[in-house]
């Protein structure tokens, strides 16, 4: 649940289907925590469902609880096996990291994420968190740090405007 005692993910499906609404392409990021090694076929089918252009998969960092606790062979076994399903299907989701390791490894291109990615007017990056509000970068989101301002309280401009926009370029 979020701070506001609504569902995290029919918030951010709502949110993601506002942006396709409107226009926007739109990535998503799913946290890989150790239920996730049991349903990586399911998780990689919801996504391109969505319709997202892109997905993110990180891996959960220093969790306690065991149940969801991801060791470093298993977020290996889960990217392994996530490659498997991404070939199946002929590489027609971009998957991160996986699709800029790819482009790197076979056509020599640099990687894409967002901590390398040049921000210009034209090229603006930005999350959105469930609740609205905007960051430069999903690791900024995590750590609730940087925030932007909320979404329902920006235009456009505002948002490309703003020097924490940038604050990655």
Known sequence: LLHNGKEYLRECLRGLIAAQQDGFEVGMIYVV???SLEVVRELYR???NTGVTSVLFHPLEEFPDPEYHLSPAQWGEFLRTLWEVWEEDDFSLKISPLADWRAALLEGQPI????????????????????GFLYPCHRFQDRDIH???HIADMTFD??????????IA
């Open 33 to 35: 925590h150790r239920r």
């Open 46 to 48: 919801f996504f391109l």
């Open 112 to 131: 894409g994420m967002c901590e390398y990615n040049v921000r210009s007017r034209k090229n603006v990056l930005v999350t959105v968190s469930p609740e």
């Open 147 to 149: 925030s932007i301002g």
């Open 158 to 167: 505002d948002v490309v405007e703003n020097p924490l926009t940038h604050i």
